[in-house]
């Protein structure tokens, strides 16, 4: 069963702590923060103060995803805030393994995430460190896009390298996720789904949730 990480980017931010209650109701293991910074990504989201109150609402893993550049000048922070999970994009970072080392030593999973053209290989020499890789099936800095069918081979091919030498990183998957691709996406070998739109712009959110993580 795929872990399911609602992204909180496609919830209406005047009802954030209602989202917040809906996730703790619902089937999902994971809430995934979206934090844009403008210079990484065209687009600014929120930030701390934000992550920092959602953290009061919710006991579920709190997945941060950060689109920013210099990530490791932030990732203290977003430990002292209550992040689970830290995702650095490996084009954001020029010393990846000490980035990695850097979440990894402050008690976090470290994840990182690869742009759709980004190529396995750059983070083939530290894909063992790696606790969760984000596979973008979108460009970064907006939801509700279309998902890159071309990235469904880019999943299939890191998971052979994964199994391939017996690690134990786990495959996100982030951009255009829908209840009509999941089958295919999690037959590629993902095991965690990032869904905004499909689940905040669902009539029944977490019915969407049950029907993702049943898949
Ligand atoms: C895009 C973000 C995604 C986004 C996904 O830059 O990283 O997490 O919120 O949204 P949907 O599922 O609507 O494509
Ligand atoms: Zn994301």
């Not at 919710?58 to 209550?82: A, R, S």
């Not at 998971?159 to 295919?184: F, R, S």
Request: proline share 6%; with cysteine; glycine share 6%.
């Amino acid at each position: 069963m795929p872990i399911i990480a609602p992204s909180l980017l496609a919830a209406d931010f005047l009802e954030i702590g209602k989202a917040c209650e809906m996730i703790n109701q619902s089937e999902a293991a994971w809430l995934h923060l979206d934090v844009m910074d403008g210079r990484f990504v065209p687009n600014i989201s929120f930030g701390t103060p934000v992550i920092a109150a959602i953290r009061k609402a919710t006991d579920k893993i709190l997945d941060v995803h950060l689109m920013i550049e210099e990530p490791e000048k932030y990732t203290p922070l977003f430990n002292e805030i209550g992040a689970n999970i830290l995702t650095v994009h490996a084009e954001a970072c020029s010393h990846l393994h000490r980035n990695i080392q850097q979440i990894k030593s402050l008690g976090m999973k470290a994840g990182v995430a690869l742009n759709p053209h980004t190529p396995l290989s750059s983070i083939e020499e530290v894909l063992q460190d790696i606790d969760v890789v984000c596979i973008m099936t979108v460009n970064p800095g907006f939801g509700g896009q279309k998902f890159i069918p071309s990235m469904l081979s880019k999943i299939e091919r890191l998971k052979k390298m994964i199994l391939t030498n017996g690690y134990n990183t786990q495959i996100e998957i982030d951009g255009g996720v829908t209840l009509e691709n999941a089958p295919e996406i999690l037959n590629a070998g993902a095991d965690i789904l990032v869904a905004g739109n499909t689940v905040f712009g669902a009539k029944d959110p977490i019915k969407t949730i049950e029907l993702l993580s049943k898949m």
